[in-house]
């Protein structure tokens, strides 16, 4: 278990059990609740797996795309997202990623219904991989960024920083209210 602060580790503890028990519902607004204190890739990537139990496929990937802001190389969370996208027949993206994650967990030692995953992803993929063009990103937000901003708007503009940084296209509009 990640190391969290003690009233978020014994929260943390608790959310599994609820897991566990089958009490889908409580262990996710448990897991949120130590998101506020302890926002790890960890408890990130077990609240998306609570979101998607629920059959918030959303969540369940936003949940997942932040646990890989603050691990890029994790290979558990990788596959998650890769399977809710081929799931979802987002072939195009859910191939490469599901084929990174096959590479992280070193090639031929990755469990074999991970390799299955990442096969199936790319012959399904009919689309080419939107990744190699560049994206196109548009952000639509109710206003302009503060300095004083929450860490979640940080780490949007962080991100989205990066990605015009390697030449992707980033759009971010405000609604005037």
Same mark, same amino acid.
């Given at each position: 278990m990640t190391d969290f602060p003690q009233a978020a580790n014994e929260r943390y503890a608790q959310a599994l059990q609820y897991l566990r028990a089958g009490e889908v519902e409580r262990a996710s607004?448990?897991?949120a609740a130590v998101l506020r204190d302890a926002p790890t890739a960890e408890a990130w990537s077990d609240w998306a797996k609570t979101r998607r139990l629920l059959g918030d496929m959303k969540g369940a990937e936003t949940g997942w795309?932040?646990? =890989?802001?603050?691990?890029? $190389?994790?290979? +558990?969370? =990788?596959?998650?997202?890769? $399977?809710?996208? +081929?799931s979802q027949?987002?072939?195009?993206?859910a191939a490469p990623v599901l084929e990174h994650a096959v590479a992280l967990h070193g090639g031929i030692a990755a469990p074999a219904e991970l390799q299955a995953a990442a096969a199936a992803a790319r012959r399904q993929e009919s689309a080419p991989n939107p990744l190699a063009a560049g994206l196109r990103i548009l952000w639509i937000h109710d206003q302009l960024p503060e300095a004083d901003r929450s860490g979640a708007e940080q780490r949007v503009a962080v991100l989205l920083a990066e990605l015009r940084r390697q030449g992707h296209a980033v759009t971010y509009f405000a609604r005037a209210g």
């Open positions: 607004g448990v897991f795309l932040h646990a =890989l802001e603050l691990e890029a $190389r994790n290979g +558990a969370v =990788l596959a998650d997202l890769g $399977r809710l996208w +081929a027949e987002r072939w195009s993206i």
